[in-house]
């Protein structure tokens, strides 16, 4: 848990294109502060073969007074 204690808790957002719609979060207690816990999704893997790595190589060795 990360050292972090867990509770569900919810506000009220001022703003005149919300209005007074409440908003929910996790929030959390981190060094004896109040923090709201973000979700992080897993990012997406990208398969490095030896073609794509050709690839990225003839770019790089591309040159052109047009490219910086």
Request: aromatic share 10%.
């Given at each position: 848990n990360y050292g972090v204690e867990?509770?569900?808790r919810g506000s009220q957002v001022s703003g005149d294109s919300l209005g007074p719609t409440?908003?929910?979060t996790t929030v959390g207690i981190y060094k004896g502060e109040?923090?709201?816990i973000k979700k992080i999704t897993k990012k997406k893997v990208v398969?490095?073969?030896?073609k794509?790595?050709?690839e990225i190589k003839q770019v790089?060795?591309?040159t052109s007074e047009?490219?910086?």
């Open positions: 867990q509770r569900r409440p908003v929910f109040r923090v709201a398969d490095v073969t030896k794509l790595l050709w790089r060795d591309v047009n490219t910086v």
